[in-house]
Each structure stands twice: as C-alpha cells, then as structure tokens.
T-cell receptor
Framework: DTEVTQTPKHLVMGMTNKKSLKCEQH?????MYWYKQKAKKPPELMFV???????INESVPSRFSPECPNSSLLNLHLHALQPEDSALYLC????????????????FGAGSRLTVL | AQSVTQLGSHVSVSEGALVLLRCNYS??????LFWYVQYPNQGLQLLLK??????LVKGINGFEAEFKKSETSFHLTKPSAHMSDAAEYFC???????????FGGGTRVLVKP
C-alpha cells in the first residue's frame, strides 16, 4: 500500500458546525503533515507530527485542532470555521527515518475540499 | 530559513516543444529539492527529487532537473511537451534535518495543440 487516503473528499459545513478530516497511511511512515491550499496558490504548511508528537504548528488558529491517535492516522478537527477557511486540505506523510533514500520524500493524499458557508 | 522562487506563474508551450520551468532556492545548508505536479482537483505527485547524489536527476513522465549550486537553481525540463503535461508544477525545498517542506508559488503549464 503506497497511498495516503483522505476522507471525506468533499465537506460542506456551517460556521457553527464541528467536523473532522481524516488521513490514513499504511506505509509505516512516522511523520505526517497537514497543508492548506487555496485556489491557484501553493500548499501552506499547517501542522507536522513526528513519531505521533506535534513538532510543527505554523501559528494555526485554534479553530483547527490536529490529532494523531496512532502512527497510521491523522485527524484535523474543525470548529467554528470562517468562510475564508474554505480550501483544499492536503495530508502527507514521509518515512522520517534517517539514512533512507526515501526518508525526505512526502507522499500526498488527494485532499479534502472544504467549503464553509 | 529556506525558500524557493519559481519564475513565471504561467508557461504556454506547443505540443512537442521544450518545457522549461525555473526554480531558484535559498538555503543556508545543502537542501533537498523536489518537483511536484498537481492535476486539477487532485493532490500532489512527486516528479523527481535531488538529495545530494547526482546533480542531473531524472523523474517520471520524461522530466528531468539539474541541480546547479553555483546558480542556486533546480530547473525542470522536458524535451517534448505532451497535452497530458498541462498541470500546475511546484518546486519545493526541505533541509536535511528538519521536517518542513516549503513550496514555491507554482507554475501553471498550458500545452497548445
């Protein structure tokens, strides 16, 4: 299995809703990432988990709450979002172990397209 | 801090013509460099990577890139464009030790028949 699976593919939510995005990989990768991508823009890093611990938070508003329950799963909990949070949310993972030729390569999922009304 | 700059947000080429996408990096330590491609409504797919081995790197779909330290560049080329090459291309940089992968602004490629 060489994929990163993201669900749902599309999500529409109101500003008072609570929802979650899910990301799963079974490649044994130990670093997992959330990126946000607005239309016609590059992906912007939000969070990085390394060995299930949060290692990078790019000053993301608290209405976005990441969670890494185990080494294969990464969630992004959404609460009280704003219309400007509408975007494509991309999950990625990489091996993370030094000394491997593939250790620095991120594998991306297809993304979850979020619309906030 | 590390960063990449892609020159040209849009490139238009004729089918069969050379594709050249420019990327310059800024990094205080030897970087790892990547090119990713994104088709409409999809995630990012790795085209190729430079990780301090050979300076000329071959990737998928006939693309290649050359790492030039003296020019701090990592330009992407393909000798002959195909209609299926129409997509958004992102150059990205990562330090050897860190977790952070930073993208350039992207270049949208249009292929004319």
């Amino acid at each position: 299995d060489t994929e990163v699976t993201q669900t749902p593919k599309h999500l529409v939510m109101g500003m008072t809703n609570k929802k979650s995005l899910k990301c799963e990989q079974h490649m044994g990768h130990r670093a997992m990432y959330w990126y946000k991508q607005k239309a016609k823009k590059p992906p912007e890093l939000m969070f990085v988990y390394s060995y299930e611990k949060l290692s990078i938070n790019e000053s993301v508003p608290s209405r976005f709450s990441p969670e890494c329950p185990n080494s294969s799963l990464l969630n992004l909990h959404l609460h009280a979002l704003q219309p400007e949070d509408s975007a494509l949310y991309l999950c990625a993972s990489r091996w993370g172990a030094r000394g491997s030729s593939g250790a620095n390569v991120l594998t991306f999922g297809a993304g979850s397209r979020l619309t906030v009304l | 801090a590390q960063s990449v700059t892609q020159l040209g947000s849009h490139v238009s080429v004729s089918e069969g013509a050379l594709v050249l996408l420019r990327c310059n990096y800024s990094s205080s330590v030897p970087p790892y460099l990547f090119w990713y491609v994104q088709y409409p409504n999809q995630g990012l797919q790795l085209l190729l990577k430079y990780t301090s081995a050979a300076t000329l790197v071959k990737g998928i779909n006939g693309f290649e890139a050359e790492f030039k330290k003296s020019e701090t560049s990592f330009h992407l080329t393909k000798p002959s464009a195909h209609m299926s090459d129409a997509a958004e291309y992102f150059c990205a940089v990562k330090s050897a030790a860190g977790n952070k992968l930073t993208f350039g602004g992207g270049t949208r490629v249009l292929v004319k028949p």
